[in-house]
């Protein structure tokens, strides 16, 4: 049943080319039945307050560590709930007090080896799940919910799988997940098993099971977790309302993100839009997104090389070659429009990581004691070519968005690191205070 309370007048879908709006809780297909393109959640921000109230009420649910709360209360998305979606009933809100992520200064290691002072990491994969699609899941769910869905179906690379199984159990509802068979890491296959969700793998990349998904919601009236449903989109721009409140409502020059389907660049740049609408951040703000890419899948990136305006133009959706970074390897992304609007509008760039760059990212960040994912080697291998060809200079203050915990991604950095192990023929300590040299 439709939650009763939910104004639709105040939330509302809007085609992000013809402006054509429809209702957010009846919608099943997200995209625009007039022109096919993709959707905007846009909210009437009227009545949510001014930006002192609005500082100060986020500031103060950080401060208000209580066992009276209720999970949403403690969780660093909903924080924001004012800027993310303002009008949904408390009931309706599905939360695992997730969000609440560290924002770490790059250690000595990966300082050196990106070759800047002022970097600094986001690490979203220190939520439940493990990995970024937290952010948006939550919000996507908690509509679902709203709308009266009982059941969500996705496409995923490992992570929206985990998310969607996750929090549609939270919520009571049917999950299916539809899985490239090999190409995702046991973790991220244990993940929706444990969460009781149905698993399906298939015999083809991921842009495979994407079709799958499209076809599902369009002739079955499935219900998309994938962020084509625009709800996620809305979560996710907690990434950067997290990263300006850490910086004290100033935004850092650069935000990094790597790019797979595009949900966390195409929420990321809306965020960084929502501040200056609602007054948090001045019109005058600039932050600049660096959305990077595998050499493996890199579409969106190679026809960027041809001009942000003309980008449409040449793009042409790729066959993804073999990664580590397995959750980017997608070769056709769903958010493309969305991703490329943001590069654009925040006048940003994009960059190619080579797979010994991106691998090599991940082992420089561990010796630093931070265990990423290859994805977020994507992006640090990305910003590191920026810094090196100076597009980026030493003075500017950069954010790299880590979008996964490494823990998902054990096998592809032990295999890199195996010639490290040394392996003893008995169980003497001799034998290991030798190697030892003590
Ligand atoms: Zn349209």
């Given at each position: 049943m439709k939650s009763p309370l939910f104004n639709v007048n105040q939330t509302w879908l809007e085609c992000i080319k013809c402006n054509n709006r429809a209702d957010l809780l009846k919608e099943r297909g997200f995209f625009c039945q007039k022109c096919g393109n993709l959707f905007d959640v846009c909210h009437d921000f009227s009545r949510i307050g001014n930006s002192s109230f609005l500082k100060k009420t986020f500031s103060n649910r950080m401060s208000d560590f209580s066992c009276n709360n209720e999970n949403w209360q403690q969780s660093g998305v909903w924080r924001y709930r004012e800027l993310i979606m303002p009008h949904l009933p408390e009931q309706d809100i599905v939360s695992l007090a997730e969000g609440n992520v560290p924002i770490v200064k790059a250690g000595r290691n990966l300082s050196h080896w990106v070759g800047t002072n002022n970097l600094w990491l986001i690490l979203e994969g220190m939520t439940p799940t493990g990995s970024f699609k937290d952010f948006g899941g939550t919000v996507l769910i908690s509509i679902a919910k709203a709308a009266g869905i009982n059941a969500v179906v996705c496409a995923s690379t490992g992570d929206t799988s985990a998310m969607a199984a996750a929090y549609a159990a939270s919520a009571g509802m049917k999950c299916a997940v539809?899985?490239?068979?090999?190409?995702?890491?046991?973790?991220?296959?244990?993940?929706?098993?444990?969460?009781?969700?149905?698993?399906?793998?298939?015999?083809?990349?991921?842009?495979?099971?994407?079709?799958?998904?499209?076809?599902?919601?369009?002739?079955?009236?499935?219900?998309?977790?994938?962020?084509?449903?625009?709800?996620?989109?809305?979560?996710?721009?907690?990434?950067?309302?997290?990263?300006?409140?850490?910086?004290n409502w100033e935004m850092p020059n650069w935000i990094v993100v790597p790019v797979g389907n595009g949900s966390n660049c195409s929420s990321v740049g809306k965020g960084i839009r929502t501040m200056k609408e609602t007054g948090i951040l001045p019109h005058s703000s600039h932050c600049r997104i660096l959305g990077c890419q595998s050499e493996a899948?890199?579409?969106?990136?190679?026809?960027?090389?041809?001009?942000?305006?003309?980008?449409?133009?040449?793009?042409?959706?790729?066959?993804?070659?073999?990664?580590?970074?397995?959750?980017?390897?997608?070769?056709?992304?769903?958010?493309?429009?969305?991703?490329m609007r943001e590069i654009f509008l925040s006048n940003g760039l994009m960059e190619i990581a080579a797979e010994r760059d991106l691998r090599q990212a991940v082992s420089v960040c561990g010796q630093d004691g931070i265990f990423v994912c290859p994805q977020t080697g994507i992006a640090l291998a990305g910003v590191r070519n920026a810094v090196q060809c100076e597009t980026i200079s030493e003075d500017e203050t950069i954010v790299v968005v880590s979008t996964a915990t490494g823990l998902k991604f054990t096998d592809s950095a032990a295999r890199n690191l195996q010639n490290n192990i040394i392996n003893l023929d008995d169980c003497r300590a001799s034998s290991v205070a030798k190697v030892l040299q003590l």
């Amino acid at each position: 049943m439709k939650s009763p309370l939910f104004n639709v007048n105040q939330t509302w879908l809007e085609c992000i080319k013809c402006n054509n709006r429809a209702d957010l809780l009846k919608e099943r297909g997200f995209f625009c039945q007039k022109c096919g393109n993709l959707f905007d959640v846009c909210h009437d921000f009227s009545r949510i307050g001014n930006s002192s109230f609005l500082k100060k009420t986020f500031s103060n649910r950080m401060s208000d560590f209580s066992c009276n709360n209720e999970n949403w209360q403690q969780s660093g998305v909903w924080r924001y709930r004012e800027l993310i979606m303002p009008h949904l009933p408390e009931q309706d809100i599905v939360s695992l007090a997730e969000g609440n992520v560290p924002i770490v200064k790059a250690g000595r290691n990966l300082s050196h080896w990106v070759g800047t002072n002022n970097l600094w990491l986001i690490l979203e994969g220190m939520t439940p799940t493990g990995s970024f699609k937290d952010f948006g899941g939550t919000v996507l769910i908690s509509i679902a919910k709203a709308a009266g869905i009982n059941a969500v179906v996705c496409a995923s690379t490992g992570d929206t799988s985990a998310m969607a199984a996750a929090y549609a159990a939270s919520a009571g509802m049917k999950c299916a997940v539809i899985l490239p068979a090999g190409k995702i890491t046991p973790v991220q296959l244990a993940q929706p098993l444990v969460h009781g969700a149905k698993v399906i793998l298939v015999p083809g990349p991921f842009d495979d099971c994407m079709k799958i998904v499209l076809e599902l919601v369009e002739k079955y009236g499935a219900y998309p977790a994938n962020s084509l449903n625009p709800a996620r989109i809305e979560g996710h721009q907690a990434t950067a309302f997290q990263i300006a409140h850490f910086f004290n409502w100033e935004m850092p020059n650069w935000i990094v993100v790597p790019v797979g389907n595009g949900s966390n660049c195409s929420s990321v740049g809306k965020g960084i839009r929502t501040m200056k609408e609602t007054g948090i951040l001045p019109h005058s703000s600039h932050c600049r997104i660096l959305g990077c890419q595998s050499e493996a899948a890199c579409p969106l990136a190679l026809s960027f090389r041809s001009g942000i305006y003309e980008w449409e133009q040449y793009y042409m959706p790729k066959l993804v070659g073999e990664t580590d970074a397995t959750a980017a390897r997608i070769g056709d992304p769903v958010s493309a429009k969305k991703v490329m609007r943001e590069i654009f509008l925040s006048n940003g760039l994009m960059e190619i990581a080579a797979e010994r760059d991106l691998r090599q990212a991940v082992s420089v960040c561990g010796q630093d004691g931070i265990f990423v994912c290859p994805q977020t080697g994507i992006a640090l291998a990305g910003v590191r070519n920026a810094v090196q060809c100076e597009t980026i200079s030493e003075d500017e203050t950069i954010v790299v968005v880590s979008t996964a915990t490494g823990l998902k991604f054990t096998d592809s950095a032990a295999r890199n690191l195996q010639n490290n192990i040394i392996n003893l023929d008995d169980c003497r300590a001799s034998s290991v205070a030798k190697v030892l040299q003590l």
